[in-house]
């Protein structure tokens, strides 16, 4: 049958698919539009499975807060050319979107959500790969609650940070724009050392150990060295003890302090491509 221009634009509009391939695929399904949507997402998952191997380290990054619940979220995809069009980065938005509007916590929760009538957010996303011929990943979703939370997104996309207060003000919101900026920026492990796993603080004062014998210290002081080197680590790698950025005179604990008494982070996020 002969398949119109406008029958392939509306297929267009509901897949995002390019115009060649919607007109094939409604040829295929003879002008039926649910049987052409569906050739659209065996396509993608042909292309999902040619592509499985390959390495997706570009993509984008959002965080967004409603004031006092914030939400970030990581979509990879191969090349930077895929990262930089809008059709793609307001897919991101969407399914930030749909993560937001069901308070979803984690990737596996947000891939089984609805993420319109007929595909969940995973389905849409395989969809999309036949769209775009590259392999997509949403490899984080994050949502942290507090009195007040700061979204921070760097320009270009590529990083982004939330972090969680306990109050909220005028004041404490200008804080927490500085406290995310500084998350970004520095990239800190744990909101203090009480944050930080067993396995890592082992392997520091190890490092730390055998840096101290390879300098010519004696063995008997090595552990003291070690535990000096750790304690070194905690503060550069902790939120709350790293020097703050905008004054390395105080650390951001007493930098909340000194915005309200009593003013501190509750949580934080940070992604980043890779």
């Not at 940070?161 to 109050?167: I, R």
């Amino acid at each position: 049958m002969k398949i119109t221009a406008s029958q392939v634009n509306d297929l267009r509009k509901k897949t995002g698919a390019g115009m060649m391939d919607c007109k094939k695929a409604l040829e295929e399904a003879n002008g039926d539009v649910e049987v052409a949507i569906d050739l659209l997402r065996k396509k993608g998952q042909k292309v999902a499975a040619k592509r499985g191997d390959n390495e997706a380290k570009e993509g984008l990054v959002f965080a967004e807060s409603t004031g006092n619940v914030g939400y970030i979220i990581q979509l990879n995809c191969e090349t930077d050319f895929v990262a930089k069009n809008e059709d793609f980065q307001n897919f991101v938005k969407n399914i930030l979107k749909v993560g937001m509007d069901n308070n979803a916590t984690s990737v596996e929760e947000v891939k089984a959500l609805k993420f319109d009538e007929k595909l969940t957010v995973d389905e849409k996303i395989i969809e999309q790969i036949g769209v775009i011929g590259e392999k997509l990943e949403l490899s984080g979703f994050a949502r942290i609650e507090a009195s007040f939370v700061e979204a921070y997104n760097h320009p270009g996309n590529q990083l982004a940070a939330l972090v969680g207060l306990n109050k909220d003000s005028e004041e404490v919101r200008e804080a927490g724009r500085q406290v995310a900026m500084q998350v970004a920026a520095m990239n800190p492990l744990a909101l203090t050392k009480d944050g930080i796993d067993e396995e890592t603080i082992a392997r520091e004062l190890e490092v730390g150990r055998d840096l101290a014998i390879q300098e010519g210290k004696p063995a008997e002081m090595a552990d003291k060295i070690a535990q000096g080197r750790l304690n070194k680590f905690f503060k550069e790698n902790t939120l709350l003890s790293q020097d703050f950025v905008r004054d390395n005179k105080v650390s951001v604990e007493k930098f909340l302090n000194s915005v309200e008494s009593g003013l501190t982070v509750t949580d934080f996020k940070r992604f980043a491509l890779s």
